[in-house]
């Protein structure tokens, strides 16, 4: 079953004070680093990166690519941004990943494409491990939060397409606000498939997170 990678390339970078997808690990820029694994994997057909024109010639530049990458505008949310790239989209099956998130492997991606290919929705994630504690207005901790059955979402996640719409529509049509794809079909009811991620795929956010995931990665 051939799939799309729509990847999410449209955040501001506000809290690292630079452009976090254009910062090189390794030599290679995070941007690039996500796309490349996609890339790699034999099921996606095609990339789609949304973000600013600027960015994506950025990209273009470091060329060429084996299969077509294409461009779609961001929006103001980032379900917004996925909408937009999914109307891009005419594969069975569509990635969503997180463009900030570079370590990702194309073994995990395929992983996640074999559950979606098999039950319709999957998603990469990795278990709590951590002792949970729920705090006070002020911050100090008042009880433990059992972490059974609780897990850190991560990117990709992947869907059949047609399911992905649907659940956004819904999503739309209820005027609800949701920060991934899985939140927008568990709006319509469907449980998706988490997929344990068995290397690490951390999302960049703050600057120390670059000199972390270079080490990760040349480790």
């Not at 073994?107 to 994630?125: F, M, N, P, T, V």
Request: aromatic share 4%; charged share 20%; net charge neutral.
């Amino acid at each position: 079953m051939q799939g799309a990678a729509v990847i999410v390339a449209a955040g501001s970078s506000r809290r690292m004070g630079f452009d976090k997808l254009s910062a090189e690990i390794a030599g290679k820029s995070v941007l690039l680093r996500s796309v490349e694994a996609f890339m790699a994997v034999p099921e996606i057909t095609r990339v789609i990166v949304v973000g600013p024109p600027e960015r994506f010639e950025a990209l273009l530049a470091t060329g060429p690519f084996p299969k077509p990458l294409l461009r779609a505008d961001g929006g103001a949310e980032r379900q917004l941004s996925v909408e937009n790239g999914l109307a891009l989209v005419t594969e069975e099956l569509v990635a969503v990943h997180d463009g900030a998130r570079p370590l990702v492997r194309p073994e995990s991606i395929h992983a996640c494409i074999s559950a979606a290919h098999a039950g319709g929705a999957a998603a990469l994630a990795r278990q709590v491990t951590e002792t949970l504690k729920r705090a006070d207005a002020a911050d100090f901790s008042r009880e433990s939060v059992s972490r059974e059955l609780l897990w850190f979402m991560e990117t990709p996640q992947i869907f059949r397409t047609a399911l992905l719409r649907q659940a956004y529509s819904a999503v739309r049509e209820r005027g609800l606000a949701v920060t991934d794809e899985v939140s927008a079909l568990e709006a319509l009811g469907i449980p998706t498939r988490l997929i344990p991620s068995p290397f690490p795929n951390l999302k960049i956010t703050v600057p120390a997170d670059i000199p972390l995931a270079t080490a990760l990665l040349l480790r």
